[in-house]
């Protein structure tokens, strides 16, 4: 059952009856067309169109009235990508998946903003919505919005200040060869975290060591990537491991490998790919200010 509300004042839905299923009826959508990008916020609050996909106990829409999402939306904003990378992304990490991308209300406007409707074999529940969406976001490997978890989050139709026909443009839908079983889903994210929280066997030898080394720079340097770090730290740390690498000489190409290799093995959980790559970009293009300024 598809669920709408004009605007976003206000917790009550209209259901709305059809035969299509939720995602066809995304999927086919009408566009709303508005031409007053200076009313923006009064659009968004009074005349924009809000969904929620899936199941209500009364039209009253919180958290413990909405009982199952029959479909998964994910929203991407801010990503440093245009509209054909962050479109090509989506067919090389999920191809084989059906779903419909399409810019939200603040496209263009705030930079590249996009929500992704992906299709299920079945409904989902409050319980199973967090393991879902970090499965598949994992697989798409971009951050994403985080209030996309939130159970009871209506998002916004299509919705556009430019021609419908530019707008249409600008959408993906991807048929694909299936879609997200969700079992099956939830079993791969269940063992990706209990892979990666599993702590290794101690294989450490007992030492004896009755000398001291001398501890060059280098040493100190990699004994510290050993050091745990909590999720809060992740981004600072890895900015601060990319310019100390910078520094020591190392070449970009080295750089961006290593950067890897420390957020896979000694950042959990690691940060997603485009958020390293975003990170590598900024202190690559400040180094080379940097030795362009010392020429």
Do not use: C
């Not at 989506?90 to 930079?111: C, D, S, V, W």
């Not at 209030?147 to 707008?167: A, C, D, H, R």
Request: overall charge neutral; cysteine-free.
């Amino acid at each position: 059952m598809l669920y709408m509300k004009k605007g976003i004042r206000g917790n009550q839905m209209q259901a709305i009856e059809s035969e299509l299923g939720d995602f066809e009826l995304l999927r086919t959508a009408k566009v709303t067309q508005f031409k007053n990008v200076e009313e923006l916020e009064k659009i968004k609050f009074d005349e924009a169109y809000y969904f929620i996909a899936g199941e209500m106990k009364s039209l009253t829409r919180n958290n413990e009235n909405v009982i199952r999402r029959s479909v998964l939306a994910l929203d991407y904003d801010g990503l440093n990508l245009s509209e054909e990378e962050f479109k090509q992304h989506l067919l090389n990490k999920i191809k084989p998946l059906e779903f419909y991308a399409y810019p939200t209300i603040r496209h263009q406007l705030m930079g590249l903003r996009y929500r992704v409707i992906l299709k299920l074999d079945r409904p989902y529940t409050k319980e199973e919505s967090e393991p879902l969406t970090h499965y598949i976001t994992r697989l798409i490997g971009l951050k994403y919005d985080e209030s996309s978890k939130v159970f009871s989050q209506m998002q916004g139709l299509p919705t556009t200040f430019e021609e419908i026909s530019v707008y249409e443009q600008r959408t993906l839908y991807n048929e694909g060869i299936g879609v997200i079983e969700v079992d099956r889903a939830i079993q791969k994210q269940k063992e990706w975290k209990e892979n990666h929280q599993q702590q290794k066997p101690t294989r450490k030898p007992v030492l004896t060591v009755n000398y001291q080394r001398k501890r060059t720079f280098t040493a100190q340097y990699m004994e510290s990537l050993l050091e745990s770090i909590s999720e809060g730290e992740r981004n600072q740390y890895l900015t601060s491991v990319t310019g100390k690498l910078f520094s020591l000489g190392m070449q970009a190409e080295a750089v961006y490998e290593w950067i890897h290799i420390v957020n896979d093995n000694f950042i959990h959980p690691p940060l997603f790919e485009d958020e390293v790559n975003t990170l590598f970009g900024s202190i690559l293009k400040s180094d080379q200010i940097k030795q362009k300024g010392g020429n």
